[in-house]
């Protein structure tokens, strides 16, 4: 369980999330207090809310705009830990061949979203816009540079 996996905040997220991020990835049964899933039992992309927040970082940190809705600032790091702006490597088919994690920046509680590598190398991430309504509800503190 992330550390303030018991925030009230972290309820109103997970309750305003939606059921799915696109045709591909319907939501799944979790039984962890403050997480989501969407995908497949093999390769979920898993939403954790109350992990610890970020401090000043030189990760790469991206906005992500939200339709009729908030700016999110996200935390980009390939499954390796390495910054995500050193380039992505394949597998040899070309599929990214690392796991890759968003961590909102800014917010309390923070949110993390782990996108398995199958799921990165099949589709962009740009399903984390849709995130953003429920996201919100998590206080914005700072935002990225």
Known sequence: MAPYA?????????????DDLGDDLPGLDTTAQATAAWGTAAAPVVLRCGVEPLGPTTDRCVSVETPGGPSVDWVVVAGDGSDATQ???????????????????????????????????????????????????????????
């Not at 018991?6 to 939606?18: G, R, W």
């Not at 040899?92 to 890759?100: E, F, K, L, N, Q």
């Not at 800014?106 to 995130?131: C, K, M, N, W, Y």
């Open 6 to 18: 018991t925030d009230p905040v972290c309820a109103e997220i997970v309750l305003a999330l939606p």
């Open 87 to 145: 380039g992505s490597t394949t597998d040899g088919t070309g599929t990214p061949a690392t796991d890759w994690t968003f961590t909102t920046y800014g917010r309390e509680p923070a949110i993390e979203v782990h996108v398995p590598a199958q799921v990165a190398g099949e589709r962009s991430t740009s399903f984390l816009d849709l995130l953003g309504p429920a996201v919100q509800h998590a206080e914005q503190v700072r935002s990225c540079l």
